[in-house]
């Protein structure tokens, strides 16, 4: 099967402007996640989602971020107003839950490179 | 709150020979795993191997193997007859548990594995 896909895998936009970042998990994942992975912070997590709901979102870096899934499928990463310091590569993760003490390792889409200008 | 230290930036290791690549962890949680993750430079996170905190022995996935010393609390990638495919980021992450099932990633900084033929 597929793994997961991102789209665009690239954007270039200008300060303020708002962006989408859509994530397209493996089918039948329940989980999926947003990381953020930039040169001074590393690889941070943004959010969680079980089904469509998002328990964690701690890490939002501010309220300019807003993620939202539907159908327990595709998730779309908004970025309002958007900031030089957002520049970053965006990943996307799912996994299954195959048990517990079980890996549950997460697959990671290839990344969407944000560019803020 | 967890704590992943990998502290080789960067590591140039000749044809064949075996590499090893460092990774500590902190955290007072006794249940908790560990993952290692390769990024080629084409950008996407690719799960080599998992350790969960009470597995009694060490995982292996073919040539690579994970030296996981709980007391010392250290996760080491041991990768065998390194090939020049090999050359990359190398990622180690923790997962601890959380509620609702989350079970997102602190990653480490990384250490670039170059190959040299």
């Known amino acids: 099967g597929a793994g997961v896909s991102q789209s665009p895998s690239n954007k270039v936009t200008e300060k303020g402007k708002d962006v989408e970042l859509r994530c397209d998990p493996i089918s039948g994942h329940t989980a999926l996640y947003w990381y953020r992975q930039s040169l001074g912070q590393g690889l941070e997590f943004l959010i969680y989602?079980?089904?469509?709901?998002?328990?964690?979102k701690s890490g939002l870096p501010s309220d300019r971020f807003s993620a939202e899934r539907t159908g327990g499928s595709v998730s779309t990463l908004t970025i309002q107003r958007t900031q030089q310091e957002d520049s970053a590569v965006y990943l996307c993760?799912?996994?299954?839950?195959?048990?517990?003490?079980?890996?549950?390792?997460?697959?990671f889409g290839p990344g969407t490179r944000l560019t803020v200008l | 709150a967890q704590k992943i230290t990998q502290t080789q930036p960067g590591m140039f290791v000749q044809e064949k020979e075996a590499v090893t690549l460092d990774c500590t962890y902190d955290?007072?949680?006794?249940?908790?795993?560990l993952f290692w993750y390769k990024q080629p430079s084409s950008g996407e996170m690719i799960f080599l191997i998992y350790q969960g905190s009470y597995d009694q022995q060490n995982a292996t996935e073919g040539r690579y193997s994970l030296n996981f010393q709980k007391a010392r609390k250290s996760a080491n990638l041991v990768i065998s007859a390194s090939q020049l495919g090999d050359s990359a980021m190398y990622f180690c992450a923790m997962r601890e548990p959380g509620t609702f099932g989350n079970e997102k990633l602190t990653f480490g900084t990384g250490t670039r594995l170059t190959i040299i033929p």
């Open positions: 989602f079980q089904g469509n709901s998002a328990p964690d």
């Open positions: 993760a799912s996994r299954s839950y195959r048990g517990l003490g079980l890996g549950n390792e997460q697959f």
């Open positions: 955290t007072s949680d006794p249940s908790y795993g």
